[in-house]
């Protein structure tokens, strides 16, 4: 369960924080992840067969091609063949344990979409959608808050690279059978047609998703993006590997490698204060892609995730059957994560739209009004055993020691929606704010301020 995945994380976070020299370091990794997992290593299973040959003719590989290859490699990644979410899984996540936080991202992305003036078509966008909860809880909002919508052409659009879990996002959202492309070569592999008469559409990428005006939702999911380890040494900054055990052939290990990498010379900041760093370039060129689509199409991202302002060091683990589990053993058969460098995702961003955030889940949660609709749906429910589910969910997201502060809310939007709307005159050439002296300032952005709501 979540509560053990945040409560155990905890535990270990600052283990590697202190400056090492670069043969202690392995020490003490070793030691935080031989502390992490009672189990004895299993027997070699497919994917540790392909890294330990790969690794043994070309040497030791990156933490982020050994992520990549553990959790999306098309036929034995772990998000490829495994639905891993909920009791029965490996983890749960916060649209799992309550409708409530599915419910106030859907008022989240109604009020920026009535704050951008409400465009027409409206693209609702989810990266990595696991079961569908959320979304699933978005779109009822949608549903109750019809009148709102008005005449909105609104469709959904789901990111998500595996194809078991796109089954199970259908059964969930779809109300027809949905259907698979039948050319691999298509955008789209799967279409289907929610309650409300929507079109879903799936993608294995933010590439294929066609361009407009659009809220972007990724909770949990820049997590599960693959990072590279670094640790500064007394030559300067070095790459953290993989590579085979020599005295246990089916087993892998970390190695600090001797000469930079291309990772090392291209992706650490010349003012990085830490000594032990993980970046995570495919969450930075998403964030870059979606800046540029916001600010070319307008919208906004709401990104969640578990995750620090550039302050964290060694945050790599691995969980399975909700316990905490060696990230190098048997590797597939476990979900792998890395906290959320929020101050990396802003970099990315750069000055192409305007940045907020992030804020604390439970901060962010109160803004949006969690008490008030707690409250509300106590009122209407009198099932005892309701009740409790609603309170012990309300209790699990916003208690700071659960997930109140662990979690984190950072959003991207257009300038135009801080600043107003800017439009060139067409005989002078010059851009001017359309919104006149005296026009109301721009709404402030739900979540990121406090309404006054509870
Ligand atoms: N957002 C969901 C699920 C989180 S688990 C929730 O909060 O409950 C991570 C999700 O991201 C899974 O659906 C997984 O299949 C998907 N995913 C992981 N890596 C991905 C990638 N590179 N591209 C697209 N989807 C990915």
């Not at 749960?92 to 989240?108: A, K, R």
């Not at 289907?192 to 559409?201: C, F, R």
């Not at 101050?343 to 804020?359: D, F, I, N, Q």
């Not at 409250?375 to 055993?385: A, G, H």
Request: proline residues 7%; charged residues 20%.
């Amino acid at each position: 369960m979540r509560t053990i995945r945040v409560l155990q994380s905890l535990n270990r976070v600052t283990v590697c924080t202190q400056p090492s020299p670069v043969w202690s370091w392995s020490v003490a990794q070793a030691r935080c992840f031989s502390n992490s997992s009672p189990e004895r290593p299993k027997p070699a299973n497919s994917v540790l067969r392909h890294l330990t040959s790969k690794i043994k003719s070309t040497g030791p590989i990156s933490v982020a091609e050994y992520m990549r290859e553990a959790l999306t490699n098309p036929v034995t990644g772990y998000y490829v063949q495994n639905d891993m979410l909920g009791p029965d899984g490996d983890f749960i996540t916060s649209p799992e344990i309550s409708q409530i936080f599915g419910e106030l991202l859907g008022i989240w992305c109604l009020s920026e979409w009535m704050a951008a003036g409400k465009p027409s078509p409206f693209q609702l966008v989810e990266f990595g959608p696991g079961r569908g909860s959320l979304i699933s809880d978005v779109l009822r909002v949608f549903s109750q808050l019809r009148g709102a919508l008005g005449g909105a052409t609104v469709s959904v659009h789901l990111v998500e690279v595996s194809p078991k879990l796109s089954q199970v996002q259908a059964e969930c959202l779809s109300v027809d059978q949905s259907q698979l492309s039948a050319s691999e070569d298509e955008p789209v592999y799967r279409q289907g047609t929610s309650a409300a008469g929507l079109p879903i559409s799936w993608y294995p990428s933010l590439d294929d998703v066609p361009r407009g005006f659009s809220v972007y939702l990724a909770h949990e999911f820049f997590d599960a993006l693959p990072i590279h380890k670094f640790q500064r040494t007394a030559k300067g900054w070095r790459e953290v590997m993989v590579d085979v055990d020599p005295e246990a052939p089916d087993k892998l290990r970390f190695v600090i490698v001797p000469a930079p990498t291309l990772a090392s010379t291209q992706l650490l900041q010349s003012d990085e204060k830490r000594q032990h760093v993980e970046i995570c370039p495919e969450g930075g060129v998403i964030v870059q892609r979606l800046a540029n689509r916001i600010a070319g199409d307008g919208g906004a991202a709401l990104i969640a995730d578990y995750g620090h302002d550039g302050t964290k060091t060694d945050t790599f683990r691995g969980f399975k059957g909700h316990k905490l589990h060696d990230v190098l053993a048997s590797p597939g058969s476990a979900d792998l994560t890395a906290d959320v460098d929020f101050s990396y995702l802003r970099k990315m961003a750069g000055a192409t739209v305007a940045c907020m955030g992030p804020v604390t889940q439970r901060n962010f949660l109160k803004n949006m009004g969690i008490d008030t609709r707690l409250q509300v749906l106590l009122k209407n429910c009198t099932d005892p055993s309701t009740r409790a589910q609603l309170i012990h969910g309300y209790d699990m997201l916003t208690d700071p020691i659960k997930m109140g502060e662990r979690f984190q809310f950072f959003t991207m939007l257009n300038h135009s929606r801080l600043t107003g709307p800017e439009s060139v005159q067409p005989e002078l050439g010059t851009k001017v704010s359309l919104v006149p002296r005296k026009a109301p300032a721009p709404l402030p952005v739900a979540g990121f301020s406090e309404l006054g709501l509870s």
